[in-house]
């Protein structure tokens, strides 16, 4: 079974805290992911990331930046952190070729509060 | 632009009362059509994929169908323990994957 595993389920950090979130999985697989989730809005894709060291944008990048040093982790950090901030954050990964492309798989979710 | 809506966006069943949840999609270049189960405060979870229109996959009280503008999540005497947010997501020709909203599905003993 694909595991995703992320470093935190609940993190309270204070307004201008620079905050990292990590995720790792096990699967080898070469896409990995970041969203957001908050209610009435879905998930939201902040960065993705296919390859080590590649990474994109996705629909809600400002304030967010990520690393991608070794295929298994893929980190997502909040320089400053701000109140609206302030969400669920799910990782996932996929694999891009081959049965089962493109079919995500999450990790637990970290939810966290900036205060 | 590509674009997921699911509807609706909650459904109250009795247990054993079967219905269905729709994804209506627009998407360039499908890749797969896919649908998860979210539990409250937990990620989602895979449940199905379907690449193409008259595809149809099932899994214990659930059975997923494609066609060429939407699919639809079956649910078949539905149990308590089916209550959870169901979401239906598109790849297209890129990496890109577009999340529905989601339905929440509410099943009464």
């Known amino acids: 079974d694909v595991k995703v595993t992320q470093s935190s389920r609940y993190l309270v950090k204070r307004t201008g805290e620079k905050v990292f979130l990590e995720c790792v999985q096990d699967?080898?697989?070469?896409?990995m992911f970041w969203y957001r989730q908050d209610p009435g809005l879905g998930l939201r894709l902040i960065y993705f990331?296919?390859?080590?060291?590649?990474?994109e944008k996705g629909d809600i990048p400002e304030g967010y930046s990520v690393s991608r040093e070794k295929k298994e982790r893929f980190s997502l950090i909040l320089e400053s952190a701000s109140t609206n901030q302030t969400s669920m954050y799910l990782c996932?990964?996929?694999?891009?070729?081959?049965?089962?492309?493109?079919?995500?798989?999450f990790g637990p979710g970290t939810r966290l509060t900036v205060t | 632009e590509d674009q997921v809506t699911q509807s609706p966006e909650a459904l109250r069943l009795q247990e054993g009362e079967s219905s269905s949840l729709n994804c209506s999609y627009t998407v360039s270049g499908l890749r797969g059509l896919f649908w998860y189960r979210q539990d409250p405060g937990k990620g989602p979870e895979f449940l199905f994929t379907?690449?193409?229109a008259g595809e149809e996959k099932e899994k214990e009280r659930l059975k997923a169908t494609l066609t060429k503008k939407e699919s639809f999540l079956h649910i078949t005497a539905p149990k308590p323990e089916d209550s959870a947010t169901y979401l239906c997501?598109?790849?297209?020709?890129?990496?890109?994957?577009?999340f529905g909203a989601g339905t929440r599905l509410f099943v009464k003993a």
């Open positions: 990331s296919y390859d080590v060291k590649m990474k």
């Open positions: 379907l690449y193409s």
């Open positions: 699967m080898d697989h070469e896409n």
């Open positions: 997501a598109s790849s297209n020709e890129g990496f890109k994957t577009i």
């Open positions: 996932a990964s996929s694999t891009l070729t081959g049965p089962g492309s493109y079919e995500q798989y």
